[in-house]
Each structure stands twice: as structure tokens, then as C-alpha cells.
């Protein structure tokens, strides 16, 4: 890997079963990065994300993602890829049927946390961090749909992850909440020189938080610049 690059592809063909979606994609991304991944519905964005948590296989060109070859990896590797990818969906995932606390245990559980009191600690910790250490012992239906996102976001930040994956994670929320997260995401960016990859068609929301933009269009990967 090279210098500071936690995500890196050069000349890789993205496709879903046998259809490109994207030809010839080059991303890097680097610690600390905050990037707008924008693009119409079906544009490739989703696509692009899974080939760098795992779920799409690269066949050709290279491609890298928090220091392991997404080439090469074995399936066996995929999920300690993704502990070192923190990720975030538009419809939450969170377990409807166990509280907050007992949604963080169960994937610190199932990433290889085993002592009680650093799963205890740590789910303080991540919970203090987006605001909601207070609403610890509440169910997903308790919290409204911006504290519901700020959960799975708290979830998405347990084991450290030097870059964090959000697709649509605004999809589902009103301007103000959307607003409100995507702050968070930034403010968790600056904080701790995570990188921070967005993916979304809302206009409005890059346009509020101005940074570099990657585009998704006609099967291509296009730097863009900064939104205005």
C-alpha cells in the first residue's frame, strides 16, 4: 500500500453477475479523507462500496482497502476486512428484538470481543461518542429514526475503523436529522482521522457539507472536485 492510502483501486472492472457496472475504476482515499460518493440510482454507487467491503470480487486491476488485497482475499479474511471497515446502510439493520446495548454486544461478540468489561467500557465509549449513552437500555423503536442511525453508527465505530462506508445513511431521515448525521460522520473524521466514503443522491446534503466528490456516471469513476 502506498503512503497514507486506506483505499486504493487502479483499472478495476466492477461487475454485478456478469454486467459491468463501472470499467477502469481509480479511488484512492486517504486517513482522514471526507468524500462525497454521488451518482443516480443504479449508477454503480452500492457496487463500488461492496467491491471494497468484500462482496464483490475484483477480476481485473488491482484494488486495496484497509491493508488487504481485495484480489487475493480469502473468504476466510473478509470479516476481519470489514473490522477494519466501520459500515453504515440507509435502513439501519439494528435488531429490533434486543436494546441498544445488546445490538453493539452482539456484533462486538461476533468480531471476537470475549471480556465483559471492555465490551462493557467500549459500548460506553462508542455510545458517548454520537450522543446517545443515555438511551442505552432503549429498544430500536424507542428512538427516533436520527437516533437509530447514530446506533448503527456507534456500531460502526467499535473496533476502531480506519475508514467508515455510509450508503444512503441519510436515505430514510428528514433534512434537519440528515443534517445532524452528517456532521457527526465529520466531526467523527476530524476527530479521529477516520476516512469517511458518503454515498448519496441527496443534493442538498453535499451542498450543506462541501468536500471532495467522487462521481458515479455513464459506467464511470469521476473526480469532481468540491461541491458548490
Given amino acids: 500500500m502506498i503512503g497514507n492510502s486506506i483505499i486504493k483501486l487502479s483499472g478495476v472492472d466492477i461487475f454485478q453477475q456478469k454486467h459491468l457496472v463501472l470499467s477502469n475504476v481509480n479511488l ?34 488491482e484494488g486495496h482497502a484497509g491493508g488487504y488485497d481485495l484480489k487475493a482475499i480469502a473468504d476466510k479474511d473478509i470479516p476481519f476486512l470489514r473490522r477494519k471497515l466501520g459500515i453504515v446502510f440507509q435502513d439501519f ?6 436494546t441498544v446495548e445488546q445490538n453493539l454486544e452482539f456484533v462486538m ?25 443515555s438511551k442505552i437500555k432503549k429498544m430500536p423503536h424507542e428512538l427516533s429514526g436520527g437516533e437509530q442511525q447514530r446506533v448503527v453508527i456507534a456500531r460502526a465505530l467499535i473496533n476502531d475503523p480506519e475508514i467508515i462506508l455510509a450508503d444512503e445513511p441519510t436515505g430514510n431521515l428528514d433534512p434537519d436529522t440528515s443534517e445532524e448525521i452528517v456532521m457527526l460522520l465529520k466531526q467523527i473524521s476530524m476527530n479521529s482521522n477516520t476516512a469517511v466514503l458518503i454515498a448519496t443522491h441527496d443534493y442538498h446534503i453535499i451542498r450543506a457539507f462541501p468536500s ?7 459506467g464511470q469513476v469521476i473526480e469532481d472536485g468540491k461541491a458548490v
Avoid: M, P
Fill in 109 to 133: 461478540k461476533a468480531t471476537g470481543w470475549k471480556d465483559k468489561k471492555l465490551i462493557s467500557e467500549r459500548t460506553l465509549d462508542v455510545l458517548e461518542k454520537v450522543g446517545l449513552r
Fill in 212 to 218: 471532495r466528490i467522487v462521481k458515479c456516471e455513464n
Fill in 93 to 98: 439493520q439494528l435488531l429490533t428484538d434486543r
Fill in 28 to 61: 484512492h482515499v486517504d486517513k482522514g479523507d471526507f468524500v462525497w460518493l454521488i451518482g443516480q440510482t443504479g449508477s454503480g454507487k452500492s457496487s463500488l462500496l461492496k467491491v471494497i467491503y468484500g462482496d464483490l470480487k475484483i477480476t481485473t486491476g
